[in-house]
C-alpha cells in the first residue's frame, strides 16, 4: 500500500540574493533563537570581490537579455572571481551554487558548491542558516537523504530553532531511508509544531506504521486525519482499509459506506472492498445490488471471476436464478467447464429443470473435473422432467463415483418405480 504523500520540497534561484549589509529590519529578525544571542557585526565582501560579484549579480538581474542567457553568463563571471578570502569565497560559492540549480545537469556541482560553503561556516548567521536548510532541501532533491538529515540537524543546531516544515522535511528522508522509527517521531514533532493541521506528516507518519505492519497504530492516525481533514477523500478510503487490516470488518463497513454516500469513491479497489464487506455482513443481496450497479457502470470489470463473485454472491442472497445467470456469462467467457456445472446446479435448485440440464451438458461437453456431481444433477432434473430413462443413465454414470454410489444407488429404485407407475419400461 501506498499511503505516502510526497513532500515537495522546492528549491531554486532566490530573487533577491543579498550580498550587501543587512538592512536594519532584517537585522532586527534575528537568525539564531539560541539563549543569550546577540547579533555580531555584520561581515561584508572585500572591495574587488564584491565589485566583480555586483557585475554578476546585475547580468543576473538584465531582463533585456534572455534569461538562460543571462544565467548562463553570469555563472562564468562568478568562475571567472579569483577569492582568497575565505568568506569571499564562500559568498561566491553559495551565489554561484544557487545559480547552478537551475542548469540541466548541474545540480551535483550545486550541491558541492553550496555544501562547501555552509561547512566554511563563515557566511553571516542569516546566510549561514538559509544555506544550511537550502543544503539539506537541494539534498532530498538529488536523494542524498542521510546528508539531507544531517544539514537539517545542522540547522536546528545552528539557529535553536524548531520548524514544522523542516520536521515533516526530515520524516520524508527517513522514510526514503527506511528508518520508520524516526520517521515517527520526526512527524510527530512536524505535528506539533504546525499552527494550522498538515496533512503530510500525517501521512509520513501512516506510511511509517504501515511499513511496519503496525495497523492499530495506522488506524489512529488515519482517524485522526478524517477527523481533521473530513472533505479528503483519501483518508476514508485509507481508514477503511486499515480497519480490513486489523480485522475490524464493523467499522470499515461503516467506513467505506459513509464514504460511498458522501460520493468519496472513486478507485475500482474502493468499490470491491465495500460489495465485499456488505457479502461478509450479512447483506449479500446489497452486495450483489452494487455490483450489478458498478458493472453497469464500468466501475468493476467485467471478466469471468468477476462475474462468478457476482453469482457467489447472489448465491448467498439465494438469488438462485439471477447468480446461474452471472455464472453462465463467466461460464461463456472463459468456456470454464465449472462455471457451467455451478449454473446447471443453481438452476437446478431454483427448478429450472430444462435449463439446468442444458448447463450441465455444456459441463460434460466441456470436460468438468467432478463428471459424477454433474451425472447426479442431471439424474435429479431429468427426473423432476419426467424422464426417467435419462434420469436412470445419469444414475449409473454417478454411482461410479464412490462418494456418490450410496445416494445414487438409493435413488434407482425410485426412478425405476416412477417410471412402471408411467408405463415407461428403461
Not at 522535511?169 to 506539533?192: C, G, H, P, W
Not at 480485522?247 to 474502493?270: C, H, I, N, P
Not at 453497469?296 to 469471468?304: A, I
Not at 434420469?391 to 464412490?402: L, T, W, Y
Request: charge should be negative; aromatic fraction near 10%.
Amino acid at each position: 500500500m501506498n499511503t505516502l504523500n510526497k513532500v515537495v520540497v522546492s528549491v531554486g534561484v532566490a530573487l533577491s540574493i543579498s550580498f550587501f549589509p543587512q538592512s536594519v529590519q532584517a537585522q532586527q529578525q534575528l537568525p539564531i533563537a539560541c539563549p543569550g544571542y546577540t547579533l555580531p557585526k555584520t561581515k561584508l565582501l572585500g572591495q574587488r570581490a564584491g565589485k566583480k560579484l555586483q557585475e554578476a549579480y546585475d547580468t543576473y538581474l538584465n531582463e533585456e537579455l534572455d534569461e538562460k542567457e543571462r544565467i548562463k553568463e553570469a555563472i562564468q563571471m562568478l568562475r571567472d572571481i579569483e577569492a582568497k578570502e575565505p568568506y569571499d569565497v564562500a559568498y561566491i560559492n553559495r551565489f554561484l551554487g544557487q545559480l547552478l540549480v537551475s542548469e540541466d545537469g548541474k545540480a551535483k556541482e550545486s550541491l558541492s558548491l553550496l555544501q562547501g560553503a555552509a561547512e566554511q561556516g563563515v557566511l553571516n548567521d542569516k546566510d549561514q542558516a538559509d544555506l544550511l536548510k537550502l543544503v539539506a532541501d537541494l539534498s532530498i532533491q538529488e536523494e542524498e537523504y542521510q546528508n539531507a538529515v544531517s544539514f537539517y540537524q545542522k540547522w536546528m543546531e545552528f539557529t535553536c530553532k524548531e520548524d514544522a516544515d523542516v520536521y515533516t522535511r526530515m520524516a520524508k528522508a527517513y522514510t526514503e531511508l527506511k528508518q520508520f522509527d524516526n520517521v515517527v517521531s520526526a512527524a510527530d514533532k512536524a505535528i506539533a509544531n504546525y499552527e494550522e493541521p498538515n496533512k503530510n506528516p500525517y501521512a509520513l507518519k501512516i506510511n511509517a506504521h504501515h511499513e511496519q505492519k503496525d495497523y492499530v497504530n495506522a488506524v489512529k492516525v488515519a482517524e485522526v486525519l478524517v477527523e481533521l481533514f473530513p472533505t479528503e477523500k483519501t483518508w476514508w478510503s485509507q481508514l477503511g482499509f486499515f480497519y480490513m487490516l486489523t480485522e475490524d470488518y464493523s467499522k470499515a463497513l461503516s467506513t467505506f459506506s459513509l464514504a460511498y454516500k458522501q460520493g468519496y469513491l472513486t478507485k475500482r479497489s474502493e468499490y470491491k472492498a465495500l460489495v465485499q464487506l456488505y457479502a461478509s455482513s450479512d447483506n449479500p443481496f446489497k452486495s450483489a445490488q452494487l455490483q450489478e450497479k458498478y458493472m453497469d457502470s464500468g466501475m468493476l470489470e467485467t471478466d469471468p471471476d468477476d462475474y462468478a463473485s457476482l453469482a457467489n454472491t447472489l448465491q448467498l442472497a439465494r438469488e438462485y436464478s439471477d447468480a446461474a445467470k452471472y455464472y453462465g456469462q463467466a461460464a461463456r467467457l472463459s468456456n470454464d467447464a465449472e462455471y457451467y456445472r455451478k449454473q446447471g446446479v443453481l438452476l437446478l435448485t431454483a427448478e429450472d429443470y430444462k435449463g439446468a440440464i442444458t448447463a450441465l451438458n455444456k459441463a460434460l461437453e466441456v470436460g468438468v473435473e467432478s463428471e459424477g456431481k454433474v451425472h447426479f444433477s442431471l439424474m435429479e432434473a431429468n427426473f423432476y422432467t419426467g424422464n426417467f430413462r435419462q434420469a436412470n443413465v445419469h444414475a449409473q454414470e454417478a454411482k461410479k463415483d464412490s462418494s456418490l454410489r450410496r445416494n445414487a444407488n438409493a435413488w434407482i429404485p425410485y426412478i425405476k418405480q416412477k417410471a412402471d407407475n408411467r408405463g415407461i419400461n428403461i
